[in-house]
Each structure stands twice: as structure tokens, then as C-alpha cells.
């Protein structure tokens, strides 16, 4: 799943403008999705934009866009790679100098679905303050949540296209064609840091840092956890009832609020 939305502004910074700028159907919304490797963030990042006319943004996209061009041994973004690659965590400076990079997007008045930023309590400061200098706010932080057993199942079989980054998975989400993307024909690869010992690192760096960044948002009333079991459609749904229920209902989008005690 993938949204073909130009994001030439985000993947490869400011001083690129995007052909085509986001719909923005009617309000601008801006989301933050977190939750661990593979729940599905990008997946959902996909729908939501889709639904929403935001732009799906995500750290993880810039840092593989980077690595299709040629880059300087040692310069931050090979470095960058390389850490990528092992499952750990971009420093912060170099996130942010990539974010600072990139302020229009946060600006643009079609909204936007952040996924794979912020991803320490730092960028998240640093988010808020980027925000609060252009006047903006953030509508809801959205966490899903999924057993690790699931998540594994989920990435071993992720299968991304290297050239218009769709993402598919070989059980639950096949291409037409086996190992070939279905919108521009190319080979598809497995990610680098989809194998198990990245996995393993991956897992632990977003129990010990990228969980603090879900309490950080549930101080500011922000956070919104979503049970990610379930398929793509239905959990967009889900996530629909429960903006709803906080009454960040989507124009035009009549749902019920859910009710108490329901589960997720
Ligand atoms: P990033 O690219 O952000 O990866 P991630 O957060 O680890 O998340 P993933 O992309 O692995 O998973 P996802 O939740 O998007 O799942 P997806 O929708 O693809 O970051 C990669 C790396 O970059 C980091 O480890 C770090 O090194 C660096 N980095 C990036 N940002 C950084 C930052 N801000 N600071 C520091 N470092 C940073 O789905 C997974 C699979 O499941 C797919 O095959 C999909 O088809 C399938 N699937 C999805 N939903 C469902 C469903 N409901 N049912 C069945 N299958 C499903």
C-alpha cells in the first residue's frame, strides 16, 4: 500500500517544491502515528492520507530516498544508513536537521500524517516548538498496538518496491505478479533492516526510547491507542470511531462515538 501523493518536498527538502500539492479535503489534518516496527504506520499513513488529503510523511522514506543517491563516506546520511541498517536510531541531530530541512511540509496547508518522527521525547519537544512557531497544533498522536508475535509475522513477510516505495506482504498482501510491484513493475526487495538481528535491535531501541515518546503525548491529552489487530480497512475505521469519540470527527465522515468500554 502506498500513497502516490508528489512528496519531492519531503524526500528530498525545502529547496524542491512538489509538483502536485496535497488535495487537502477540507480541514488540514495533522497526525503523529507511532507504535512499534511493523504494526502498520505506513500502511495506515497510506489510508489516512488517502481519506484525509494529508501528506504522508516518514523519517524511515528520506533516510532510504538518501541511500538511491550516491552519498560521501562519513557524511551524516551514510552514517545514517548504517545505523538504519543495524535497527538503531538516528541520532537526533541528524533528524532534526533533516526535519528543520523540510519545514514546509510541516507547514502545508494540506496537513499532514507523521510516521517514524518524532521517535525520542527530543524530536517531540523539537516538533512542538517547529509547530508552535508557525501557530499550528497537532489533532491526535495515534498508537497502535500489536503482540510481537504478530509484528514479526508482519515484517518477515514486508516486501517493499525500491522505486515507488509500495509495500506489500507475501501472505497478507501479495503483488499480482510474485516479487514484482504492481504499480511500476519493478523487482521487489526486502529492507535491510527487516532482517532478524535488526529486528531484534529495532524492537528493544522502541521499548526503551520510542515508548517514552507515547507517555510524553499522553501528558499533553493528545494520545490515541488503537488495537492494530485486524486488516488495513478495519483498523482505519477503527481510528475513525475513536477521532470521532474525541470529537476530531473528519468533515463529512458521520460515525457514532464508541462507546464506553468498548474495546479498540
Ligand atoms: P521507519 O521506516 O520509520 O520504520 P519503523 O518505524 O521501524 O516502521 P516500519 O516501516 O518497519 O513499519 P510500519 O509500522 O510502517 O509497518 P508497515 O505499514 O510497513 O524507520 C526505519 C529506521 O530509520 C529506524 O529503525 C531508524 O534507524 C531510522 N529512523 C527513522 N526515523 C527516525 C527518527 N525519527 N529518529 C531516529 N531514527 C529514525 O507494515 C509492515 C508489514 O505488515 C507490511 O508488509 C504490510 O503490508 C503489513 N501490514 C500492515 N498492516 C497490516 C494489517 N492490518 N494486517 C496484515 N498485514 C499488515
Known sequence: MTAFRDRT???????FGCLQPPPGKGRAWRLVLLGPPGVGKGTQAAILAREFGACPLSTGDVFRTAHERSLAPGSPLAE????????????????????????????????????????????????????AGDRLKLDAVLSYELPLVKLIARLSGRRLCPRCHAVYHALTHPPAREGVCDHCGSGLIQRADDAAE?????????????????????RQGLLVAIDASDTPEAIFERTLRLLASRKLQARGIELEPTAPGATN
Request: charged fraction near 20%.
Open 198 to 218: 535488526a529486528v531484534h535491535t529495532r524492537l528493544i531501541v522502541h521499548a526503551e526510547a520510542t515508548s517514552q515518546v507515547a507517555d510524553y503525548y499522553q
Open 9 to 15: 518536498t519531503w524526500l528530498q527538502g525545502d529547496r
Open 80 to 131: 545514517a544508513e548504517q545505523r538504519m541498517n543495524r535497527g538503531e536510531l538516528v541520532p537526533d541531530d541528524v533528524v532534526l536537521g533533516l526535519i528543520q530541512n523540510r519545514r514546509t511540509c510541516l507547514r502545508c496547508p494540506g496537513g499532514f500524517i507523521l510516521h517514524g518522527f518524532p521517535r525520542t521525547v527530543a524530536q517531540s519537544a523539537a516538533l512542538d516548538g517547529l509547530l
